[in-house]
């Protein structure tokens, strides 16, 4: 018996392992564009009305603990004043959240790009599930006309490229993460650059700058556009915040501020490119 | 054994919706935990490593169709450490409250170092960085602290049917 037990216990993992080591080599063969990528649309799709619900069923829970929480003895004259003056805040700070929310709203329209190129509008509604990417999650989808690698950018610049488009989600690799990288050039010198992705709260470099370029602290960096790149040109995306330049160093170490920062964005545009 | 299974569906489900619509608004020094791996090792720890492991599989699954990271690779990873976590307990006295934390935090370090590791193996470079380090070490606390919930939720909803063979070698909280 313990040893039928013990057989039956290795084959389980015998088959779990041969299970995922084949699914693992099948999608990344696939690329992500294979039978796993449209799993995985469906996959999303299917639990898009799920997730919108679970959203719509925390909001009124959450105001209803707000309100809770604000209620007290309607006899106490004080607390009464106090709860009103709450409230007024309360008004306040949503009149200055609507009146952030059209500031961005105004900025993204203006964002300095090429006018011949679409957009799609969408929000962000949905952060990253795992520990080890940085990613945001679109309300829109392939329906919406976004597809794979198309640019995203918020009122500031650029946030990213959309990694995996379903029907009507997108998710959004992060300029921020590890598995990005994008060809940058200085608005003043022409110098180009590469920005590869570190974890957000680290310090963000431009790798690749010759020794010699003619790069300085407060220079603007954009998208570079060169021919393989899945960036339009002239997409503001930060700006320079220190270079160190070393004797004997190959390259300088180039400091950059983000322009774009998907935690403090609601709203995003996809930018149908390449145009189709 | 239908219900059972059907259980474990809605409970697989409710795991992906709040690892992908919750916990990102709960993170905690920049991680969220894998609620799938610490389900998974409460049901091997309770209920044996083939169940566990294979819940894992499940989990981790559900949890690829979410990541940019090949699909199976989160499934090989917590399904190899939900087994081996289901192993070495069986080994261990009777549990103690402090047991489940303590267990999932542990998991947690391992299928972290797999996850990162294999992952790394098969061409994701980017997961090969001394910051995982931190990222996983981090995750692992937040795995023992929802264990405190997600222990006896999960090993309540896995619990056999009664009558049924497999509620004859459970062993039981």
């Given at each position: 018996m313990a040893e039928y037990r013990s057989n039956r216990r290795r084959t389980i993992l015998i088959l779990l392992i041969l299970s995922s080591i084949t699914l693992i080599t099948l999608d990344s063969r696939g690329g992500g564009s294979g039978v796993g990528g449209t799993v995985r649309g469906v996959a999303r799709d299917a639990f898009a009305p799920v997730q919108d619900g679970v959203d719509g069923i925390l909001s009124p829970v959450e105001d209803w603990w707000d309100g809770v929480t604000r209620s007290g003895d309607i006899k106490d004259e004080n607390r009464k004043l106090r709860r009103q003056l709450q409230a007024a805040r309360g008004a306040a700070d949503r009149a200055k959240a609507a009146a952030a929310e059209n500031r961005e709203l105004k900025r993204l329209a203006k964002?300095?790009?090429?006018?011949?190129i679409d957009a799609v509008e969408a929000e962000i509604i949905l952060g990253s599930p795992g520990n080890f990417e940085a990613t945001v999650g679109l309300n829109r989808g392939m329906d919406a006309g976004i597809g794979d690698n198309m640019p995203v950018v918020s009122g500031r610049g650029l946030l990213g490229r959309v990694s995996r488009a379903s029907k009507s989600r997108s998710t959004v690799l992060l300029l921020?993460?590890?598995d990005s990288g994008v060809s940058l050039r200085?608005?003043?010198?022409?110098a180009v650059g590469v920005l590869n992705g570190r974890p957000e709260g680290s310090d963000q470099f431009l790798d690749f700058v010759k020794a010699d370029d003619d790069v300085k602290k407060g220079d603007e960096l954009v998208t570079a556009g060169s021919e393989d790149s899945p960036f339009p040109s002239g997409i503001p995306v930060g700006r320079i915040v220190s270079v160190r330049k070393r004797p004997g160093d190959l390259n300088p170490r180039i400091t950059v501020a983000l322009y774009g920062d998907a935690s403090r964005t609601e709203f995003v545009r996809v930018l149908v490119w390449p145009v189709p | 054994m239908i219900a059972r299974a059907f259980r474990m569906g809605l409970l697989l489900v409710l795991l992906v919706v709040l690892q992908t619509t919750v916990f990102p608004h709960l993170r905690i020094a920049g991680v969220v935990p894998d609620l799938g791996l610490v389900a998974a090792v409460a049901i091997s720890v309770h209920y044996g490593p083939e169940f566990g492991g294979s819940f894992g599989f499940a989990a981790g699954l559900a949890s690829d169709l979410f990541l940019q990271t090949p699909l199976g690779l989160s499934a090989l990873a917590f399904a190899l450490t939900a087994y081996l976590v289901g192993v070495a307990q069986s080994?261990?006295?009777?549990?103690?409250?402090w047991v489940a934390p303590v267990l999932a935090a542990a998991a947690g370090v391992v299928g972290g170092l797999l996850f990162v590791g294999i992952g790394g193996l098969v061409g994701?470079?980017?997961?090969?960085?001394?910051?995982s380090i931190r990222t996983i070490l981090l995750a692992a606390l937040y795995d023992g602290i929802v264990a405190l919930v997600l222990f006896p939720l999960a090993t309540a909803v896995a619990r056999p049917d009664p009558r049924s063979p497999a509620a004859l070698r459970a062993p039981g909280y």
């Amino acid at each position: 018996m313990a040893e039928y037990r013990s057989n039956r216990r290795r084959t389980i993992l015998i088959l779990l392992i041969l299970s995922s080591i084949t699914l693992i080599t099948l999608d990344s063969r696939g690329g992500g564009s294979g039978v796993g990528g449209t799993v995985r649309g469906v996959a999303r799709d299917a639990f898009a009305p799920v997730q919108d619900g679970v959203d719509g069923i925390l909001s009124p829970v959450e105001d209803w603990w707000d309100g809770v929480t604000r209620s007290g003895d309607i006899k106490d004259e004080n607390r009464k004043l106090r709860r009103q003056l709450q409230a007024a805040r309360g008004a306040a700070d949503r009149a200055k959240a609507a009146a952030a929310e059209n500031r961005e709203l105004k900025r993204l329209a203006k964002l300095p790009i090429d006018g011949s190129i679409d957009a799609v509008e969408a929000e962000i509604i949905l952060g990253s599930p795992g520990n080890f990417e940085a990613t945001v999650g679109l309300n829109r989808g392939m329906d919406a006309g976004i597809g794979d690698n198309m640019p995203v950018v918020s009122g500031r610049g650029l946030l990213g490229r959309v990694s995996r488009a379903s029907k009507s989600r997108s998710t959004v690799l992060l300029l921020t993460d590890r598995d990005s990288g994008v060809s940058l050039r200085d608005v003043r010198s022409n110098a180009v650059g590469v920005l590869n992705g570190r974890p957000e709260g680290s310090d963000q470099f431009l790798d690749f700058v010759k020794a010699d370029d003619d790069v300085k602290k407060g220079d603007e960096l954009v998208t570079a556009g060169s021919e393989d790149s899945p960036f339009p040109s002239g997409i503001p995306v930060g700006r320079i915040v220190s270079v160190r330049k070393r004797p004997g160093d190959l390259n300088p170490r180039i400091t950059v501020a983000l322009y774009g920062d998907a935690s403090r964005t609601e709203f995003v545009r996809v930018l149908v490119w390449p145009v189709p | 054994m239908i219900a059972r299974a059907f259980r474990m569906g809605l409970l697989l489900v409710l795991l992906v919706v709040l690892q992908t619509t919750v916990f990102p608004h709960l993170r905690i020094a920049g991680v969220v935990p894998d609620l799938g791996l610490v389900a998974a090792v409460a049901i091997s720890v309770h209920y044996g490593p083939e169940f566990g492991g294979s819940f894992g599989f499940a989990a981790g699954l559900a949890s690829d169709l979410f990541l940019q990271t090949p699909l199976g690779l989160s499934a090989l990873a917590f399904a190899l450490t939900a087994y081996l976590v289901g192993v070495a307990q069986s080994r261990l006295m009777r549990p103690a409250w402090w047991v489940a934390p303590v267990l999932a935090a542990a998991a947690g370090v391992v299928g972290g170092l797999l996850f990162v590791g294999i992952g790394g193996l098969v061409g994701q470079d980017q997961l090969f960085v001394l910051r995982s380090i931190r990222t996983i070490l981090l995750a692992a606390l937040y795995d023992g602290i929802v264990a405190l919930v997600l222990f006896p939720l999960a090993t309540a909803v896995a619990r056999p049917d009664p009558r049924s063979p497999a509620a004859l070698r459970a062993p039981g909280y």
